[in-house]
């Protein structure tokens, strides 16, 4: 039984104009299902969506809308709250500017509107107070698009869905992410990663991992939930095959993928977002930090650069310590 047929939601919006592929995610997603064959998808920039969620009164994971370049244009068919977090600009309510990172009431009949971003950044996330009603699918409301399951009909949204949320309870306190917490979008990206878990001396030699910290890697157009790739780089590798694995160096038997892991598809580089394939025979020279998973979630395809920084253990830890103060609604100013 829906949520709308046992009277536990309403009518929220309607989808004028979905977008490049708006879809309903949560955090953390599908996660403990690797084993079933399912990364966790969910947010690609989780931080976008946690506080889009804290910003109109939800728990940080409820489930939102991902809007991928921006574009998205929707009626409004419940008063409440909404809050858009990401790249700035753009966002009108009946024509009129609207701020990001901050609650905003809306009424019946509104009209939003975002245009496609031209600067900066690349995912735009819209809360609802209560939180958009979807089903659950293996524990989560997030669509995974390659399977068709979860979100609004396992799909990316489309001109005319309805989408639902659930009881806002009441009055709340609209909430604004104060401008020194905001992360901040550029086109020439730095993002924390740890070694392996192939990398050297097994894998790769030490001037190669030297020249992956030290290049500039630009992202392939051929870029979406599933993974970032970059330009092809030819690598000395430490040894010469992946022996009965296969002929090329980074072919290993297959194992499991971390979620971010930074995988050596031959000469080419991807990041495993979170839509990706759990396993498979190659190697991974390196991991995204937890917490720079966000900064993933905001590569333009075709554009964007990056450089990698090599983080241990306890720095990765004070990254996400840090990331989880950001979401303390304590230090959010009130409306």
């Not at 939003?112 to 409301?141: N, Q």
């Not at 009909?153 to 869905?161: F, I, M, V, W």
């Not at 290049?215 to 010469?240: E, I, K, M, Y």
């Not at 025979?281 to 966000?294: E, K, M, P, Q, R």
Request: charged share 20%; with cysteine.
């Amino acid at each position: 039984m829906s949520a709308r047929s046992a009277g536990q939601a309403v009518p929220a919006l309607e989808i004028i104009d979905p977008g490049l592929q708006t879809t309903v995610q949560d955090y953390p997603g599908r996660r403990g299902r690797q084993a079933l064959g399912f990364f966790p998808s969910g947010p690609v920039d989780p931080l976008g969506l946690q506080v889009a969620n804290v910003l109109v009164g939800n728990r940080p994971g409820a489930a939102a809308l991902e809007i991928p370049l921006g574009r998205f244009q929707a009626v409004i068919l419940r008063a409440g709250l909404i809050a858009i977090t990401g790249p700035d600009a753009g966002v009108t309510l009946n024509g009129e500017p609207v701020p990001l990172w901050e609650a905003v009431s809306v009424a019946e009949g509104d009209v939003l509107s975002c245009a496609v971003i031209r600067g900066a950044g690349y995912r735009r996330y819209l809360a609802v107070s209560g939180g958009i009603a979807v089903d659950e699918a293996f524990g989560s409301r997030s669509t995974l698009l390659v399977a068709g399951i979860g979100g609004h009909d396992g799909r990316a949204l489309e001109r005319a869905d309805v989408l639902d949320a659930y009881p806002a309870g009441g009055a709340r306190q609209r909430r604004r992410m104060p401008v020194s917490l905001r992360p901040h979008y550029t086109d020439s990206w730095e993002i924390e990663v740890l070694r392996g878990p192939h990398a050297d001396p097994d894998f790769l030699t030490a001037q190669d991992f030297e020249d992956f910290l030290g290049a500039c890697w630009r992202c392939d157009l051929n870029s979406d939930r599933t993974g970032v790739r970059f330009n092809p780089h030819r690598f000395q590798w430490a040894r010469t095959s992946g022996d009965v694995a296969g002929g090329h160096p980074s072919n290993l038997l297959d194992t499991s993928y971390p979620y971010g892991g930074i995988l050596a598809y031959g000469d080419v580089l991807t990041i495993l977002g979170p839509d990706s394939n759990t396993s498979g025979g190659f190697a991974v020279i390196a991991t995204v930090a937890h917490a720079a998973l966000s900064k993933v979630g905001q590569l333009r395809p075709g554009r964007d650069v990056v450089r990698f920084r090599e983080i241990n253990l306890h720095q990765a830890a004070a990254m996400q310590s840090h990331l989880d103060q950001l979401l303390d609604p304590r230090h959010f100013e009130t409306v």
